[in-house]
């Protein structure tokens, strides 16, 4: 069986797999798609093609849509040329249960997948028409936290942004330049309305999608590349809305495992690939069952029914209580504990983690302890409920082949938010003192950029925009020397970009740097777990 529009019509053989299809003329889905698009997504991405859309497939099912979503990849084009082309943009989703079952369907809801880039004139065409579209109602955005940042450590643009404000949308390479591009095109071929819709896991992302877009747009006025009524324009929320959301889905690389099951079963050409961007991405995506999606309901020109599809569509406010109980208390702290914790022991799964006692009485406490009680109930959800999903349910599962190794990536970009936010709330009621978990954690994310485990061996360290600025801020630490900290710590944990709080401002700095001493020997970090 081969993943393919012609592929598909082996109807019976897919069935016979327990892999169920598409309810719609795909055809006719894609000639209406790319007639009048409604929804283009940038982020071609695994939690994009496992998750959202799903969502519209559901609709499409359901005839309360008759157009899918055109996905454009702003960072990797290898996704496009050897994940979208060869396979008709059609995905395999293989739902993992906890049991060791699958749960498999075709997501066939992508009319089309484009390379995002000025180098690519063909598709670069392509998307400037879709974006000229007055019916186009959404862009929506799966490109990771750092796809927003525009400035380094310092303050200072990075060198690709530079470029972009100097060149000009016609040349853009950022991603948020080459959305401002695509904005400033639809406000010269009619200025219609949409909204732009982060999904990405960070908090307030519509806040962040908006101040970067916004930026670009304010330095292209200045350098003449477009007039004072495009900021006004894109300014404007009654014209261009930037909603706010709060996603949650585990959906880790593709699985030795499920290769193996899938070309068992006489699946064709399933193999994963890695690009040269070093993404790790398959014909098919292998995800929890789990998943929650709730987006601030502000569309100016409209959007599809995304209610009916399992969307909680509420106000502002609500999506914001429930992003801050999932990133900063109920999931996403403990992953990112159980991420560096877990490279320095050798773990290779967050499952096999959460059978030790250690490890799990870790995150327990950071979750039960330290977080929930300062989380606020957004209402829709209950914190611990949710909680108690997480912690017995989800992360524990021993089919989600999800790694420490995959979570430790641009944990720079995630700390202020995940421990950070705990922490002002701590300050703010006068108990930052209680806090040991989230301290032992940020001590051991320090310790793993050292890039030796916990017995002495060489380490790999995963990808991080600031890997290198930290690693040379340490660089006088050695491994086996308590005494070679010195002042090294000062000036990271000082810094509020990285803690959103100067750490030295609380209780919790001295915390770090005894924790951190402490790792520095052969089996210092599983010291660390028992005594706290």
């Given at each position: 069986m ?10 019976q ?13 795909r055809?006719?889905?894609t000639?209406?798609t790319?007639k ?6 940038f982020?071609?991405g695994?939690?994009?093609?496992g ?5 519209q ?9 008759d ?7 702003t960072f ?7 994940i ?21 369907e ?6 089309d ?28 955005f ?7 940042a525009?400035?380094?450590?310092k303050?200072?643009?990075?060198p ?6 100097k ?6 390479r950022h ?15 009619g200025?219609?309305p949409?909204a ?34 495009f900021l ?16 949650d889905?585990i959906?880790?690389?593709?699985a ?32 929890e069952?789990?998943q929650?999606?709730?987006v ?25 209580k ?6 900063t208390?109920?999931?996403?702290p ?5 991420a560096?914790?877990?490279c ?14 250690d ?14 009680p300062?989380?606020t109930?957004?209402?829709?959800l209950?914190?611990?409920?949710f ?6 349910k989800r ?10 190794q ?11 938010i995940?421990f ?26 320090l310790?793993y ?9 060489p380490?790999?360290?995963s ?15 050695r ?9 090294a ?10 803690f959103a ?17 402490g790792m520095l020997?052969v089996?210092?970090v ?7």
């Open positions: 081969k993943l393919t529009n012609e592929g598909l019509r082996q109807v053989a897919w069935k016979d797999h327990g892999v169920k299809l598409p309810e719609y003329d055809n006719q889905m000639e209406a790319l009048a698009p409604v929804w283009v997504h982020g071609a695994n939690i994009f093609r998750f959202i859309a799903g969502l497939q559901r609709l499409l099912n359901a005839g309360e849509a157009r899918g979503i055109i996905a454009a990849e990797d084009g290898e996704i496009i040329d050897r979208y082309r060869p396979f008709d943009s059609l995905t395999l989703m293989i739902s993992l249960k906890p049991d060791g079952g699958t749960d498999r075709v997501i066939a809801s992508l009319a997948g484009l390379k995002a880039s000025p180098a690519e004139e063909e598709d670069w065409g392509r998307l400037k028409k879709i974006f000229e579209a007055p019916s186009l109602q959404m862009a929506s799966t490109i990771t936290e750092k796809g927003y525009l400035r380094d450590l303050g200072e643009f990075f690709v942004v530079q470029q972009d404000l060149d000009g949308p016609e040349k853009a991603a948020m330049a080459i959305v401002t591009a695509m904005m400033l095109h639809r406000y010269v071929s200025a219609s949409m732009l819709v982060s999904m990405d896991n960070c908090s307030h992302n519509g806040e962040k999608l908006r101040g970067s877009v916004l930026e670009i747009a304010r330095e292209w006025v200045s350098g003449g590349f477009a007039d004072e009524g006004k324009w894109i300014s404007d929320e009654t014209k261009v809305s930037f909603p706010w959301s709060m996603i889905k959906t880790p690389r593709p030795p495992s499920i290769t193996r099951m899938l070309a068992d079963e006489g699946f064709e050409d399933m193999e994963p690939v890695e690009t040269a961007r070093h993404t790790f991405i398959a014909p098919f995506v292998n995800a069952i789990p929650y999606l709730v601030e309901d502000r569309f100016p020109n409209g959007r599809p029914a995304l209610e009916k599809a399992g969307v909680f569509m509420t106000d502002r406010e609500t999506v914001n429930t992003e801050r109980m999932k990133v208390t109920c999931l996403n403990l992953h990112t504990a159980l560096v914790y877990g320095l022991l050798g773990y290779h799964l967050i499952a096999d983690e959460m059978k030790d006692g490890l799990k009485r870790l995150v327990e406490r950071i979750g039960y302890q330290e977080g929930l300062v989380v109930d957004p209402g829709i209950s914190p611990e409920a909680l108690k999903e997480v912690l017995e992360l524990p599962n021993p089919f989600m082949p999800d790694t420490p995959r979570i430790a990536c641009d944990t720079s970009q995630k700390v202020p995940r950070g936010e705990t922490i002002k709330s701590r300050m703010s009621n006068g108990t930052a003192d209680q806090l040991e978990g989230i301290p032992l954690a940020i001590a051991a994310w310790r950029l050292l890039a030796v485990d916990d017995e002495g061996n380490m790999e360290v990808p991080d925009p600031m890997r290198e600025t930290l690693q040379n801020a340490l660089e006088t630490v491994f086996g020397d308590p005494d070679s900290v010195g002042d710590l000062k000036p990271v944990l000082s810094n509020p970009v990285i709080v100067n750490l030295y401002e609380t209780p919790l700095a001295e915390k770090v740097e005894r924790a951190f001493r020997t089996g210092g599983r010291k660390s777990l028992q005594k706290v």
